[in-house]
Nanobody, 124 residues
Framework: VQLQASGGGLAQAGGSLRLSCVAS????????MGWFRQGPGQDREFVAA????????IYADSVKGRFTMSRDSAKKTVYLQMDSLKPEDTAVYYC??????????????????WGQGTQVTVSS
């Protein structure tokens, strides 16, 4: 599975960006796609995840209500719509693929395949 992320860039606080990630592999309903991010000097952290079946979609508390993850199985693409951006959202964002059990969907090491990362910078 190869993952290609795109859509990062510069936004002002309160603005929006949409990330996309195209997967080269299949879309097994029980497999999942995740978005993670890593700020300067920080560990990689969970942002959102979704199963190709569409359920569940889960979010980190820090982005709940501001970010929306969705998928288009026909295009093998997942999206992360990021609204009401904050400077603390600044990070490199990675998409990932794997087959985590429900309780592990937030775990970095539950995902096997990773995209190259796309930079998101939010100015105050």
């Amino acid at each position: 599975v190869q993952l290609q992320a795109s859509g990062g860039g510069l936004a002002q606080a309160g603005g929006s960006l949409r990330l996309s990630c195209v997967a080269s592999g299949g879309t097994d309903p029980n497999s999942a796609m995740g978005w993670f991010r890593q700020g300067p000097g920080q560990d990689r952290e969970f942002v959102a995840a979704i199963r190709w079946s569409g359920r569940p979609t889960i979010y980190a508390d820090s982005v709940k209500g501001r970010f929306t993850m969705s998928r288009d199985s026909a295009k093998k693409t997942v999206y992360l719509q990021m609204d009401s951006l904050k400077p603390e959202d600044t990070a490199v964002y990675y998409c990932a693929a794997g087959r985590p059990i429900l309780s592990a969907m937030r775990a970095v090491d539950a995902y096997v395949y990773w995209g190259q990362g796309t930079q998101v910078t939010v100015s105050s």
